[in-house]
Structures are given as C-alpha cells and as structure tokens.
C-alpha cells in the first residue's frame, strides 16, 4: 500500500503536489523485479539503489521501497556483497565497493524510522547482517575500510574517505538495527570507533580526492565530524564548491553544479544547525527539475547552460526528498543525518577531530 505522501513543501520550493511528482518519477524508473536503476535501462549500483529506495519511502511510496529492498535481498552474493555494477541483471564490475555494500543497513534503518515496522528490521535483519559483516572484514590496520574487493578476493590497500565516511553511518545504523532487535554486535562497534578515529585523526590514510565536493562535506554529513570542527569544515570549502544562486559545484575544478551534491550538503549544513543556509541552497539547485517528468537533471555547466549528463537519475530525486524531509522534518526518518554519529553504544567520543 502506497502512504499519502506527507506535506514537505518548504517556502514554495518544494510543495506536496511536488513530493507526490518526485515520487511518482523513481517509482517509474522501477524495473518490475523490484531494481531501482539510475534510469531505467541504465546501470544500478548497490549504493544509489538503497539511496533510490529511501527516496521512495519519504515519498510514502512504501510497498515500492519494500520490494527494492526485497530485491537486495534475493541479489545478495554469499559472502554479503553486491557487484558494482550491473544492468539488467547481468553484471559489468564484480568487484565489490564496501560502501555500497554497507548502505543497505541505512536503508533499512530510515525504512524503520519513518514507518515504525519493527517486523521490517526483523525481515532484513540477515540481509544487514550480512552486507556489515563483509564491509568489516575489509578494515585496514589504519582502522580506515578498503574501498573494494577484487573478483580474486583480494582487499586494497587504499581507502576512500567519502566512502569511509558512508560506511560509518551504515555500521551506526546496523548497530541500531542489531540494538532494536536484541542482539550484540560488538565487532562492529569496534570496526566503527577505529573507522571514526582514522576519519577524524588520520587524513593521511585516505586516497587524496580533495578536488571532488563530497570529500569536503561527507564527515560532516554522516556524523564523523560534528560541533567547531564540522563548522570550520564546511567554512573552509565553500569559496572553492559553491556557486552562489546555483549550487555546489561537484569537482573544484570543473564549472558543474549538481543535484545530488546540492541537497546533500543541504542536509549537512541542516544537521549542524545552519537552516538558513540550507534552505537557501536547497531553493537554488530547483532549476535542475524537470517540470515535464518529475524528476532532477544530475547537473549543468553553469557558463554554458548546458545540462550534462542528459539524464535524470532515481538518486538525484531521491537525495532532494531526504533534504527536503531533513529541513522540514516531516517524516520519523528525518532526523537521520542530523542523528548520525550519536549513537551512545559508540561508548564515549574519540578524542581529536578533523579541523
């Protein structure tokens, strides 16, 4: 059954008829197996389709955010991974990306929070269990994760500090999940102190990605870095990604504002008690919607005008719903970004933190 989609309207930008519109744009892009490619006939990866999925759920899409998750269920290799990529169902990349794979636990967590199924976090649970389990057997010694596993089997040495950052909150939400449920994973507490500790303490052990926005803004999105710190971090690049009126720009070094960057430093900087500046970004990247289909471009140059990729992605659409939820608080699940890192089973802050 489908929820009536609650009213995230916010200063005329993003009204209901709007969250009903968005909605209605990823649950079409939906193959009947329940995938949530980046279009349909694209490609899906593990990540943007729980992100897709998420979007599906504040929209109050819920049978059709059930059945993605069913469908991460049934796809689920034995040892907890999904490929990364794959369309159709025939796979491209068998590597595993661990943080794609950690995701679902995120997933699943905001399903519970917006709609207070606990049969649902029951119904997941092997599923989650599984993909945490897999994700923290590749920690390094730097107690940063590997960013992939090869189809030989084998973990890399380098890790991905967006990616570590995304992982954190998974292992947070599945510690959640295991909490909810009664169980005790203390493995997974301690893969996450250490993941935290890196993040915070330890720049160097992380692959240098600084051109790309996300790098900038992850730790604070997904809890790693909160209070002074977080403030001084999302001050330090905001000459460098914005572009005001517009946007953020997805690359330093490239003019191109995108969606999904936008409305996820949105929700960071909503997380840290900056509404004002959130929703003055999130009513700028409203040019990027598609009046016609409901749905988001993925970006523009902004000197050209020139929209690129041409495509609108279930992942964009989904990101501006969970931004939207986070600047109204509409929906249980709203809260989410603005949670993250707060657990108390993490048993005491680690001392340090990214400046």
């Known amino acids: 059954m489908t929820a009536p989609a609650r009213d995230l309207s916010l200063h005329d930008a ?52 059930i059945r993605a998750y069913l469908w ?46 606990s049969a649902t976090l029951a119904r997941f649970w092997p599923t989650v269990e599984a993909a945490i389990n897999f994700v923290v057997r590749g920690q390094l010694a730097s107690g940063a994760i590997s960013w992939a596993m090869n189809v030989e089997r084998e973990w890399d040495d380098q890790a991905l500090l967006t990616g570590s950052c995304s992982t954190l909150q998974a292992i947070e939400c ?14 997974w507490r301690a893969a996450g102190r250490g993941l935290r500790d890196a993040i915070r303490n330890s720049p160097e052990v992380f692959e240098d990605r600084s051109r790309y926005s996300m790098d900038w803004y992850y730790p604070v999105l997904t809890g790693a870095v909160r209070d002074e710190a977080a403030a001084r971090l999302i001050d330090s690049g905001w000459e460098t990604f914005g572009w005001p009126g517009r946007g953020i720009r997805c690359v330093a070094d490239e003019p191109w504002v995108t969606a999904a960057e936008t409305v996820e430093l949105v929700a960071a900087l909503d997380a840290i008690g900056e509404s004002d500046r959130a929703t003055e970004l999130f009513n700028d990247v409203q040019f990027l919607f598609d009046e016609e289909t409901g749905g988001y471009w993925t970006g523009m140059n902004i000197p050209n005008e020139q929209v690129w990729p041409v495509e609108q992605t279930t992942w964009s659409a989904a990101a501006v719903l969970l931004a939207a939820d986070a600047l109204g608080q509409a929906t ?21 933190a990214a400046s």
């Not at 709007?18 to 009947?32: C, K, N």
């Not at 995938?35 to 899409?61: C, I, K, N, Q, S």
Request: net charge negative; proline share 5%.
């Open 72 to 117: 991460s269920a049934r796809t689920q290799r034995p040892d907890g991974s999904w490929p990364m990529k794959q369309t159709a169902g025939v796979v491209e990349e068998a590597a595993a990306d661990t943080n794609q794979c950690a995701y679902i636990a995120v997933g699943v967590w905001h399903y519970y929070l917006v709609t207070g199924h």
């Open 174 to 187: 599945a510690c959640l999940i295991a909490e909810t449920l009664g169980h005790d994973r203390p493995r």
């Open 14 to 65: 993003l009204t209901h008829e709007r969250v009903v519109r968005i909605g209605d744009f990823i649950a079409s892009q939906q193959d009947p197996n329940g995938a949530l490619p980046w279009f349909r006939g694209g490609h899906l990866d593990p990540w943007d389709h729980v992100e897709a999925a998420m979007g599906l759920t504040v929209a109050g899409r819920h049978d059709e955010a």
């Open 332 to 352: 249980g699940g709203a809260s989410l970004f603005r949670d993250a890192g707060g657990w108390s089973g993490w048993g005491g802050a680690i001392e340090g």
